[in-house]
Nanobody, 121 residues
Framework: QVQLVESGGGLVQAGGSLRLSCAAS????????MGWYRQAPGKQRELVAA???????NYADSVKGRFTVSRDNAKNTVYLQMNSLKPEDTAVYYC???????????????WGQGTQVTVSS
């Protein structure tokens, strides 16, 4: 079994900051990319930021310069530092990881349960 557990969401005023964490645990052999997605009410889930095992990053245009994704490979954990938050950042944030389980040949994508981020104006 593999689990992704997120933490760090909450309510913050516009202009404030939050840091999300997501720890992967279970029978993991290796983790490729890890990332963060978000889904606002009535909208499709969208990529926020992603990071490869080598540290390469990719960001949605709407968060560039405000959000920073990082990871600790030793802890199988990915982080999302969110600064200068705006009301339009309000959404449920999901982490995901593409990983290989022990004794598995192909990688599989796993998702966390989601954490609510609410930015008040």
């Amino acid at each position: 079994q593999v689990q992704l557990v997120e933490s760090g969401g909450g309510l913050v005023q516009a202009g404030g900051s939050l840091r999300l964490s997501c720890a992967a645990s279970g029978t993991i052999f290796s983790i490729n990319a890890m990332g963060w997605y978000r889904q606002a009410p009535g909208k499709q889930r969208e990529l926020v930021a992603a990071i490869t095992s080598g540290g390469g990053t990719n960001y949605a245009d709407s968060v560039k310069g405000r959000f920073t994704v990082s990871r600790d490979n030793a802890k199988n954990t990915v982080y999302l530092q969110m600064n200068s938050l705006k009301p339009e950042d309000t959404a449920v944030y999901y982490c995901n990881a593409e990983l290989k389980r022990l004794l598995s040949y192909y990688p599989t994508t796993y998702w966390g349960q989601g954490t609510q981020v609410t930015v008040s104006s």
